[in-house]
T-cell receptor, first 117, second 115 residues
Framework: KNQVEQSPQSLIILEGKNCTLQCNYTVSPFSNLRWYKQDTGRGPVSLTIMTFSENTKSNGRYTATLDADTKQSSLHITASQLSDSASYICVVSGENILTGGGNKLTFGTGTQLKVEL | ETGVTQTPRHLVMGMTNKKSLKCEQHLGHNAMYWYKQSAKKPLELMFVYNFKEQTENNSVPSRFSPECPNSSHLFLHLHTLQPEDSALYLC??????????????FGQGTRLTVV
């Protein structure tokens, strides 16, 4: 069964500090992994997309890593800001065998991050 | 803004009411999705439409009835809902035939409360 597990479930950090969120998955065959940021009551917005051959990808203060061998990913947030308070969701796409593209998405439960002064 | 617009943003309805959620995208995407997000649960896929044809129904109760009149619009018709149906309902769209980095774009969601 395809699953995506995230840890920690919730996290509180002080503004300016760094943090790392974890994602383990069992989706196979694998196409890509995305990290989304979801503000309360809003739809998820993509932060990074990583395919099998990519080990790391950055988007501003967000850096995602991927180890396809161990099926683990992490999202590192540098110099956190109050606006980083949100839910961060790891989403894994299985490969569409017919087209070679991405297919059904499997969502993690998310990590709820709160940045405080 | 992701290019996917959902209305209304908030909806409160009684268990005997009939209401509809609307989703609209003008991104040129041919696949549209309805997801349900309950508190502390991962997003649950409800329905998938490819080129206006429903290709997936994840055992969703019949009190939820989707409609896709064209590739740009998606509706979710609601009737005789239960309080446990209260959740954030998210619409998404994506290119149907894409590369390995094909991405789904989400709307802002409709916060539904059933009383």
């Amino acid at each position: 069964k395809n699953q995506v597990e995230q840890s920690p479930q919730s996290l509180i950090i002080l503004e300016g500090k760094n943090c790392t969120l974890q994602c383990n998955y069992t989706v196979s065959p694998f196409s890509n992994l995305r990290w989304y940021k979801q503000d309360t009551g809003r739809g998820p917005v993509s932060l990074t997309i990583m395919t099998f051959s990519e080990n790391t990808k950055s988007n501003g203060r967000y850096t995602a890593t991927l180890d396809a061998d161990t099926k683990q990913s992490s999202l590192h947030i540098t110099a956190s800001q109050l606006s980083d308070s949100a839910s961060y969701i790891c989403v894994v796409s299985g490969e569409n065998i017919l087209t070679g593209g991405g297919n059904k998405l499997t969502f993690g439960t998310g990590t709820q991050l709160k940045v405080e002064l | 803004e992701t290019g996917v617009t959902q209305t209304p943003r908030h909806l409160v309805m009684g268990m005997t009411n009939k209401k509809s959620l609307k989703c609209e995208q003008h991104l040129g995407h041919n696949a549209m999705y309805w997801y349900k997000q309950s508190a502390k649960k991962p997003l649950e896929l409800m329905f998938v439409y490819n080129f206006k044809e429903q290709t997936e129904n994840n055992s969703v109760p019949s009190r939820f009835s989707p409609e896709c009149p064209n590739s740009s619009h998606l509706f979710l018709h609601l009737h005789t809902l239960q309080p446990e149906d209260s959740a954030l309902y998210l619409c998404a769209s994506s290119p149907l035939q894409g590369g390995v980095d094909t991405e789904a774009f989400f709307g802002q969601g409709t916060r539904l409360t059933v009383v």
